[in-house]
């Protein structure tokens, strides 16, 4: 968030509050400020593997955000985009889709002012900006231009056009080598292969480096990028004339050969604002780090230098990283909660705060988890938003009054930080419990939804992309309603006078989000399959395998597996539970018995053993296979007929 203060820009930025906190800030001032805050952790720092942008948007309390989509547009040779603060370019063809966290349009300063963060349909997220000030010789140098572009336009310039992180990086530099810039920022692009980090440092002039998977960085309001290789064209992307401008008026600072950014253009003094903050964040992320940390001046009034990337002391969780911006020092020696003149990263400015998620490996579109939370982080929740599929967000977040209306995304959570932090141990202790227990929840239903938009993908991108803007409709509808009965009952506890801790009734009932992309599925009917596969069921317990065809068997055996899966897939249509129970059926109907072979006579005669009575020599027809006498009983029948020869000659 860039905050008003420097002479050459003579406009109004935000809100006459934003002006209060900041018209006095000018360039070295040592000043407290109202600003933004970011963050980064990269993939291999993460617990999920994921890479992690996030930012604060700190312009002031009770200002209103809307979080919308704008559509994909097409575009007339000519037309131009125009500002109010003056600057204007030419547009493409053709602008994508992408989210966006706009400022109210009743602050009258367009429809899409301070697009503040998105994603769009090619998966780049931009997070756009953290203000910073330059050095008076940079000033003097090249003085930042009064039409060039400003925060006020960068998210919607860079999410209507960016393919990729890096393509987002070098169309910001090619707008500011024509047009310049108004203001010195920070801005933070991400894809699923990567992120880059750009500071804008003067009117022309610019630095980008892609950042490293093994490190995370503190983003206060401040420059810190340090020394850097123009050279590496890979890793690093830079106006032609960053190095010599400083170079040809005197005001180059390097080390090692290479141009230390902020030292040669970083303002002298950041101001005490930004230095307690940094510290703060590079605490959260590494206590250690934090101890070899000092924000007090240099013997030349100078500070610093400070790094920009570090490795955090463990692997960081997604509510690790939501948290980095409601921290408050606590436990600290920089603790705001028992110091107010201390300025914390979670501070009453935030209007809104966003943690936008990059992970690879996923279908187009659901690479990015948009995590974006209304008002001040302390008292807040991060929803999730596959950004790059949505159409649309649920209703609740378009309100545009500037003051607290039922049904506000933005005003819920405003009016419950402005509730909860005016006594954080009887008001606010078990509100953030249970913030805290419905975050967890969230992120870890977040991985079967992903499973389940996985099948609906592979089913149909088409049908994914309508499902994922209804469960984000959804689970916004329903987690508004939950955090509303907090804030019905906080102000009832309140101005009731009670006493002791306040206690939601959430909290004692343990509601929790029901985030499933079974609940925006059509309704199925399930119940012919299932007493269907009950009856196979119950039938291959009983049967001997061996006493059927293998070939029928096994394919009983398979169809009924494959039925348990269908109904255990809460993506599943009704056309594939109806041609389920048929192939079932079938299976059924052709499971087939071996065929039963007829036993061998059991008095078979043994053909080794001779006869003990004399068979005439006569030849005799032999008896085929398949004669109707039975061979064995006309043997008997011959040994009798002898027996009774030879008795008859006896008695002769």
């Known amino acids: 968030m860039y905050i008003k203060g420097m002479e050459e820009k003579e406009m109004w930025k935000k809100s006459i509050a934003a002006l209060v906190l900041t018209g006095a800030v000018v360039l070295g001032s040592t000043m407290n400020v109202s600003a933004c805050m970011g963050i980064y952790v990269g993939k291999e720092v993460s617990e999920t593997g994921s890479s992690y942008i996030g930012r604060s948007e700190d312009i002031g309390n009770n ?28 547009y493409p063809a053709h602008t994508y889709r992408y989210t966006l966290a706009k400022d109210s349009p009743l602050q009258g300063e367009g429809d899409e002012a301070f697009a503040e963060v998105g994603i769009n349909e090619n998966e780049v997220a931009v997070t756009a900006t953290v203000s910073t000030y330059y050095n008076e010789e940079a000033k003097a140098a090249d003085p930042l231009v009064s039409n060039g572009i400003c925060e006020i336009s960068m998210g919607t310039i860079l999410l209507g056009q960016a393919k990729s992180a890096r393509h987002g990086v070098e169309l910001l530099g090619d707008i500011i080598d024509k047009y310049g810039t108004g203001e010195c920022n920070i801005i933070m692009i991400s894809d699923p292969n990567e992120t880059w980090y750009m500071e804008t440092v003067s009117g022309h002039e610019y630095a980008a480096v892609k950042l490293p998977d093994d490190k995370v960085a503190a ?89 920009l990337l570090f490795a955090p002391s463990k692997k960081l969780s997604s509510q690790d990283i939501m948290k980095f911006l409601a921290f408050r020092g606590e436990g600290t020696k920089f603790d705001s909660n028992k110091d107010a003149g201390i300025y914390p990263i979670g ?20 690479s990015g988890i948009e995590w974006i939370a209304m008002s001040r982080a302390e008292y807040s929740l991060y929803l999730p938003y596959y950004a790059a599929m949505i159409t649309e967000t649920w209703e609740g977040y378009h309100n545009e009054e500037m003051t607290s209306v039922p049904g506000s995304m933005y005003w819920l959570f405003c009016d419950l930080n402005n509730l909860a932090d005016d006594n954080r141990d009887l008001y606010g202790k078990n509100v953030r419990t249970y913030l ?33 803007t209804e469960l984000g409709k959804l689970i916004a509808k329903e987690t508004y309603e939950h955090v509303d009965s907090i804030r019905t009952e906080l102000k009832a506890f309140i101005a009731e006078g009670k006493t002791g801790e306040f206690m939601p009734s959430v909290l004692e009932k343990n509601v929790m989000p029901n985030y499933s992309v079974e609940r925006v599925m059509e309704p199925v009917d399930k119940t012919v399959l299932e007493k269907m596969l009950g009856e196979v069921k119950e039938l291959l317990s009983q049967i001997d395998a061996a006493a059927y065809t293998e070939e029928s068997y096994n394919a009983l055996k398979s169809a009924a597996a494959e039925a348990e899966e269908l109904l255990a897939d809460i993506t599943a249509d009704q056309t594939q539970i109806d041609e389920m129970v048929e192939k079932l059926k079938n299976a059924k109907e052709n499971l087939t018995k071996l065929a039963v072979q007829k036993p061998d006579n059991e008095e078979k005669t043994d053909s080794t053993k001779k006869p003990t009575v004399s068979v005439s020599k ?34 002769r």
């Open 63 to 90: 200002y209103t955000k809307i979080y919308t989509v704008h559509p994909a547009e097409d575009h007339e040779p000519g037309e131009m985009f125009t500002d109010s603060y003056g600057f204007s370019m030419e």
């Open 219 to 307: 983003i206060p309001n401040m420059m810190l990028l340090g020394t850097i290789d123009v050279n590496d064209k890979e890793n690093v992307i830079v106006s032609d004339g960053l190095v010599s401008l400083a170079e040809e008026n005197g005001f180059l600072k390097t080390e090692n050969g290479m141009i230390h950014v902020a030292k040669t253009y970083g303002a002298k003094d950041p101001g005490r604002g930004q230095l307690t903050r940094l510290w703060q964040g590079v605490y959260y992320l590494n206590a250690e780090k934090a101890d070899e940390i000092s924000i007090e001046p240099n013997k030349d009034g100078s500070f610093g230098p400070y790094d």
């Open 347 to 366: 501070n009453s400015n935030q209007a809104e705060c966003h943690v936008l998620e990059m992970r690879e490996g996923m279908y187009d579109g659901m």
């Open 436 to 468: 805290d227990k419905y975050q967890s929840a969230l992120i870890e239903q977040q991985d079967q939804v992903d499973k389940d938009m996985a099948k609906l993908y592979e089913k149909s991108p088409v049908l994914a992309q309508e499902k994922a």
């Open 618 to 651: 006569k030849p005799t027809k032999s008896v085929k296979t398949g004669d109707e006498t039975d061979v064995s009983w006309m043997l008997v029948m011959a040994a009798a007929g002898v027996s009774a020869l030879a008795m008859s000659k006896k008695r």
